[in-house]
């Protein structure tokens, strides 16, 4: 609209300019249309077009900012305290779920594992026993009572070794290869590169300290563009972006929507659009401000040019040319703008015949 709206200006400007003697005083007005003599000048002034749907794929701009995807971003803070014995850490390191980054002495792992290590002796002794009795029973000397009695020591043990179990586990470490005063050792949540490490030898990490290190994964980032509610119609999941970033002047980097959030920011009025987009070098880093061209899926659609569109108590309107040559004003609902023409969302139709250029002169019909 302020490009349809700076052209009709721009015309209007034009008009006050023109001298009085090239606007003919022959036009009549009846209605809404507007007749011309077929002698008259004014004929040579006006230039036409008739109407086509066209190929067009509709295109808005917006701000947007990068970021991490929250599932491939993760900041690293051990759920239990410890002094740090070892550390392999180092900024740039790859990643992948089974990497070592750092160890810790913890005294809560510690006694996790004394716990372990005596239920799992005790669970063995009546495992043991167990086995005393049945064969006891088998060979006639022994009571169902004291078998009875075994089979029940042997379950409860054996409960409070797999609990002990999950207690080790807790701690992301392995059962089967557990020794008894080993430190824990903080593996990386995922595939990815440090990003961030603040991990420094001897130091003592609080169970409730932030994060010490960052692992990410950016081969894949988000952009989050912030759409008008008044537009958020016509942007829909999977469509194709076009990102442009200042720090690389003239390169223009592919997206798809992903999500479209459902809540309308009340402050702005907008919605939060999520593009994915590639990432394998690098280039976007989250924090970045970007611009996000939506570019809606092709279609087709009437285009004229914006010259054509005229304007009068807020509402836009062309001149449509009827068999007998005659000037109709017509109301028409405007679109998007491509260049210098601008998308009918309605009031005209194919194989229609409209004043492209110089439609002004035909207002001074009385």
């Given at each position: 609209?302020?490009?349809?709206?700076?052209?009709i200006?721009?015309?209007?400007?034009?008009?006050?300019?023109?001298?009085?003697?090239?606007?003919?005083?022959d036009?009549?007005?009846?209605?809404?249309?507007?007749t011309?003599?077929?002698?008259?000048?004014?004929?040579?002034?006006l230039?036409?077009?008739?109407?086509?749907?066209?190929?067009?794929?509709?295109?808005?701009?917006?701000?947007?900012?990068?970021?991490?995807?929250?599932?491939?971003?993760?900041?690293?803070?051990?759920?239990?305290?410890?002094?740090?014995?070892?550390?392999?850490?180092?900024?740039?390191?790859?990643?992948?779920?089974?990497?070592p980054?750092?160890?810790?002495?913890?005294?809560?792992?510690?006694?996790?594992?004394?716990?372990?290590?005596q239920?799992?002796?005790?669970m063995?002794?009546?495992?043991?026993?167990?086995?005393?009795?049945?064969?006891?029973?088998?060979?006639?000397?022994?009571?169902?009572?004291?078998?009875?009695?075994?089979?029940?020591?042997?379950?409860v043990?054996?409960?409070?070794?797999?609990?002990?179990?999950?207690?080790i586990?807790?701690?992301?470490?392995?059962?089967?290869?557990?020794?008894?005063?080993?430190?824990?050792?903080?593996?990386?949540?995922?595939?990815?590169e440090?990003?961030?490490?603040?991990?420094?030898?001897?130091?003592f990490?609080?169970?409730?300290?932030?994060s010490?290190?960052?692992?990410?994964?950016?081969?894949k980032?988000?952009?989050?563009?912030?759409?008008?509610?008044?537009d958020?119609?016509?942007i829909?999941?999977?469509?194709?972006?076009?990102?442009?970033?200042?720090?690389?002047?003239?390169?223009?980097?592919?997206?798809?929507?992903?999500?479209?959030?459902?809540?309308?920011?009340e402050?702005t009025?907008?919605?939060?659009?999520?593009?994915?987009?590639?990432?394998s070098?690098?280039?976007?880093?989250?924090?970045m401000?970007?611009?996000?061209n939506?570019?809606?899926?092709?279609?087709?659609?009437?285009?004229?040019?914006?010259?054509?569109?005229?304007?009068?108590?807020?509402?836009?309107?062309?001149?449509?040319?009827?068999?007998?040559?005659?000037?109709?004003?017509?109301?028409?609902?405007?679109?998007?703008?491509?260049?210098?023409?601008?998308?009918?969302?309605?009031?005209?139709?194919?194989?229609?015949k409209?004043?492209?250029?110089?439609?002004?002169?035909?207002?001074?019909?009385?």
């Open positions: 609209m302020a490009a349809i709206a700076m052209v200006i721009g015309l209007a400007s034009s008009c006050k300019q023109q001298p009085a003697k090239e606007i003919p005083a036009l009549t007005l009846k209605g809404d249309v507007v011309v003599p077929e002698n008259s000048v004014l004929k040579g002034k230039k036409y077009m008739t109407i086509e749907d066209e190929p067009y794929r509709m295109q808005m701009l917006t701000a947007g900012t990068v970021k991490a995807i929250p599932t491939q971003f993760a900041e690293i803070a051990p759920p239990f305290q410890g002094r740090v014995t070892k550390s392999y850490i180092r900024l740039g390191m790859k990643t992948t779920p089974e990497t980054l750092f160890e810790i002495s913890s005294p809560d792992f510690i006694a996790a594992q004394k716990i372990f290590f239920e799992k002796s005790q063995q002794q009546a495992e043991r026993t167990l086995k005393r009795q049945k064969d006891l029973m088998a060979h006639g000397v022994g009571t169902q009572k004291d078998l009875e009695e075994a089979q029940t020591g042997y379950d043990e054996k409960k409070e070794f797999e609990n002990a179990v999950i207690g586990k807790i701690f992301k470490a392995n059962p089967d290869k557990l020794s008894l005063g080993q430190a824990l050792v903080v593996h990386a949540p995922i595939s990815g440090v990003i961030a490490n603040k991990v420094v030898l001897g130091q990490i609080k169970d409730d300290a932030a010490v290190a960052t692992v990410a994964n950016l081969n980032v988000w952009v989050a563009g912030q759409v008008k509610e008044k958020i119609r016509y829909n999941e999977k469509d194709e972006c076009e990102i442009e970033v200042a720090a690389l002047p003239g390169k223009k980097l592919k997206g798809i929507v992903y999500h479209v959030n459902e809540i309308v920011d402050d009025r907008s919605v939060q659009v999520l593009i994915e987009a590639n990432n070098d690098h280039s976007l880093k989250p924090g401000y970007v611009s996000v939506f570019i809606d899926a092709p279609t087709t659609a009437i285009l004229v040019p914006l010259k054509a569109i005229l304007q009068m108590n807020d509402a836009n309107f062309v001149f449509v040319v009827n068999e007998a040559g005659k000037y109709i004003k017509r109301k028409v609902e405007t679109g998007g703008t491509e260049k210098d023409r601008v998308v009918i969302k309605s009031g005209l139709t194919k194989g229609e409209i004043v492209s250029e110089g439609g002004f002169y035909l207002l001074e019909a009385k």
